[in-house]
Each structure stands twice: as C-alpha cells, then as structure tokens.
C-alpha cells in the first residue's frame, strides 16, 4: 500500500530539488502539502503544482535558521492543512568544501545553524504537535556524508551523522505515541546544491564513474523512497536509514573491484 491517502504532510526546503520532487510525489500519492522555504515565487510555483494534482498546497514561507520564524511557520502550516500527519525535514545543505583545518568557526556555526539547530526545533515541534494528536512519521533527509568519513566535507557531514542519531534515538522514544522517524541517505543526487560538481564535466563524470548505477540520480528517485516512507505502507518501520546511492557505500574500494574482476572497475 504505497499512498498518502488523506495524509497532510509538511516539507521543508520544498521550492526545488529533492523537497520540491518530495512534496510533488506526495501531493500524487494524495496527501495535502505544506511547502516550506525561503523564496515566495518559487513556492507559489511548486504550490500551483500540488493544486494542479488535485491537492491542497499551503506555502509557508520561511528561513529555517530563524527560530521564531519556524516557530510560526510550523503553526501556519499545522492550521493551513488541518493538523500534520508527517513532516519531512529535508531544508539543509553545505557552504563550503575544504579541509578541516581550513574551516572556521563561523564555518562552523553557519553550518550547523541551516542544518542541525532548525533539526532539533523542527522534530520538537513535529514530536509534540503528533503525540498531541494520534501519532505520525517523520522523515529526515540525511546523506551518506553522515554514514562515514567525508573529507572536505567534515562540518555538513558531522551535522548529517548527528541527523542520524536522532532518527534512532527518537524512533525509540516516540513509538509509544505511534510516531515512527525514518532518515533517507542520498548519494549523488542532480540539484542545485551539487551544481558545483556537476557544472565541472569532468568532476561530474568521475564522480558518476564511482557509483555502480553509473549515474546522477534524480530528485524523483529519492521522491518514492521518501513517500513509500511516509506512508502506512512503512507501518513496521521506525529508526530506519535507508541509503539512495546506487550502491555507492556498499562497494568494494576501486583496486579491489579492478583486482577481482567486479563491477564497472573490471570492465
Ligand atoms: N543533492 C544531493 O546530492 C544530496 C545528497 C545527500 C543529501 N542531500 C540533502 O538533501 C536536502 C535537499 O538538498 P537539495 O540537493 O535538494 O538542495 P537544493 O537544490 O539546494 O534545495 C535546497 C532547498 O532548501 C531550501 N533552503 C535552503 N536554505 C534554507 C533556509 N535557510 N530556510 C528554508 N529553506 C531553505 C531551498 O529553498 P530556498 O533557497 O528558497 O530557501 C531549497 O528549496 C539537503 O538537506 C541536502 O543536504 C542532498
């Protein structure tokens, strides 16, 4: 059973990418959507898009890193829709790539500001307003940055591990109001914020040559993984990860493969 049916679900960093792909295959699979984000005009575009598929669309707008604005934004988009069903926590990104030692403390507090302090508030809202009000899910989107080392990556990736550990830590906590919490861990996925690798066709290539699918995901691959999560059909499932890579992190390193003869390394 892979429909949202009745279900009112808010996502967060919807205006493109993975949320907008989110918040659209929602709204097909029937739920009513909440789309959160900083710029209107972006919003009200992927607003009318829900509506086109026949479901209602409250556009909230919202920087996540201000904590009184999300307070608000929570609340406006609880009342637009009636009450939250599922909240999918997907507003996040990086500034910067660089070696650790390279980074700042501002590096720090601004990173950690977009994606691991609205986190927290976010999931204390969604967790309350759910025990409230007859249980729910919530997804958060982390990365297979946060499932191991990410050189150069150090302060989004630790933000994204952190992500992880509350995903457990709350599906424990949170069973008991019927509330399950689920992460997806996407790879290599074509958006705006991996323009800066794909704009280099080099970069792009090689980084495409390491992931045994052999290519760039779409928003839309994450987009099923994320609804088939939200919905009932995901009853028994709380506290998982469920990695997006295309096989990415469950390879063998690129000198194994070429010396064992397997995958795209062999070939
Ligand atoms: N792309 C990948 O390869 C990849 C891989 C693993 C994980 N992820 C994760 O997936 C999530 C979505 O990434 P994406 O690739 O879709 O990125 P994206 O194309 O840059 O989209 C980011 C979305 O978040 C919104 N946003 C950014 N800062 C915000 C803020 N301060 N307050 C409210 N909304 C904000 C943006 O809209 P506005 O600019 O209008 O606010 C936009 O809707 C992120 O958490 C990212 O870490 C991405």
């Known amino acids: 059973m892979n429909t949202l049916e009745g279900k009112r679900i808010l996502v967060t960093g919807a205006s493109r990418g993975i949320g907008r792909a989110i918040a659209l295959g929602a709204a097909a699979a029937g739920a009513d959507v909440a789309v959160l984000a900083r710029s209107a005009e972006t919003l009200d575009a992927v607003a009318a898009e829900v509506k086109d598929l026949g479901r209602r669309a409250v556009p909230v707008v919202c920087d996540v890193t201000d904590p009184a604005r999300l307070d608000a934004a929570f609340a406006e988009a609880a009342d637009g829709l009636g009450g939250l069903d599922t909240v999918v926590n997907n507003a996040g990104g990086f500034y910067h790539s660089g070696p650790f030692l390279e980074l700042t403390q501002g590096d720090w507090e601004r990173t950690r500001g977009l994606n691991i302090d609205p986190t927290v508030q ?14 729910g899910s919530v997804l958060n989107v982390t990365s297979i940055a946060g499932l191991g080392g990410a050189p150069r990556l ?21 069973a008991a109001h019927d509330i399950r919490v689920n992460a997806i861990a996407p790879g290599w996925i074509d958006t705006k914020l991996t323009s800066g690798f794909t704009s280099h066709p080099q970069v792009k290539e090689a980084l495409q040559q390491e992931v045994p699918q052999n290519r760039w995901a779409a928003p839309e691959d994450v987009a099923d993984a994320a609804v088939f999560l939200s919905g009932d059909g995901a009853r028994l499932i709380t506290g998982a990860v469920l990695v997006l890579d295309g096989g990415l992190t469950s390879q063998l ?9 397997v995958g795209r390394a062999a070939a």
């Open 154 to 174: 150090s302060l989004y990736a630790v933000c994204k591990a952190a992500m992880v550990s509350l995903t457990k830590t709350l599906a424990v906590e949170w």
């Open 253 to 261: 390193s690129a000198v194994a493969r070429g010396l064992l003869g």
């Open 122 to 135: 976010l999931l204390r809202l969604a967790g309350a307003h759910m025990a409230a009000n007859g249980g």
